[in-house]
């Protein structure tokens, strides 16, 4: 059987990676999808809402100036306000260190994807 597992319930999951998530998101911003052979749990994954901030440009002749802190402070004042923590992505490491440097940002060890849910297309370049 496959099923939205209750808020309730989330402590089966607690041995899985999908618990990992759990601290980061609201009850309501979540469900963990469960598949169950009688009442053993078989199959999961998380879906979860979530804030991303991604695409940060700065034009190479400011670089060296407080537009990096504008756009951070702004940026990060619109994510605050759905939720308490965003993801972003680093496509270099010198990006990544950034990240931390400015943002105190923790690495996830993963991989990001997109795709079409719905019939909807991912559409590629």
């Given at each position: 059987m496959t099923r939205v597992l209750p808020v309730d319930e989330w402590p089966k999951v607690a041995h899985l990676d999908v618990a990992t998530w759990l601290p980061y998101v609201a009850p309501e911003d979540a469900r963990i999808i469960v598949v169950e052979d009688g009442?053993?749990?078989?199959?999961?994954?998380?879906?979860f809402r979530v804030v991303h901030c991604e695409g940060i440009w700065i034009d190479p002749a400011y670089r060296r100036s407080v537009v990096h802190a504008s756009l951070i402070d702004a940026a990060t004042a619109a994510a605050a306000q759905w939720a308490p923590w965003a993801f972003t992505g680093a496509a270099t490491a010198a990006i990544g260190r950034l990240i931390r440097r400015y943002l105190h940002g923790q690495r996830v060890p993963m991989e990001t994807y997109a795709f079409g849910v719905k019939g909807a297309s991912c559409l590629q370049r």
């Open positions: 009442d053993r749990i078989v199959g999961a994954w998380g879906v």
